[in-house]
């Protein structure tokens, strides 16, 4: 049965990538909740509506960042 790909299903995807590519499951989860803190907290002092849940925006950010090196090279 096909299914259409949804915004769940892909962030999904992206979270079991991140975690695949970890070597500890514990400390790709625990980077993920420190990014998503810091998000929130930049989040709070700005005074537009955040789009996305913190923690939906730290894995987004983090799996851009395994999958696209370039974003951050030098």
Not at 19 to 42: F, G, L
Request: charged share 30%; hydrophobic share 35%; glycine share 0%.
């Amino acid at each position: 049965m096909y299914q259409r790909p949804t915004k769940n299903n892909q962030l999904m995807r992206q979270v079991e990538e991140l975690i695949d590519a970890s070597s500890n499951r514990y400390r790709i989860t625990v980077q993920v909740a420190n990014r998503a803190k810091h998000r929130r907290a930049e989040d709070f002092d700005s005074i537009e509506e955040p789009t996305m849940k913190p923690v939906i925006q730290a894995v987004v950010e983090m799996w851009d960042e395994l999958n696209q090196p370039e974003i951050i090279a030098d």
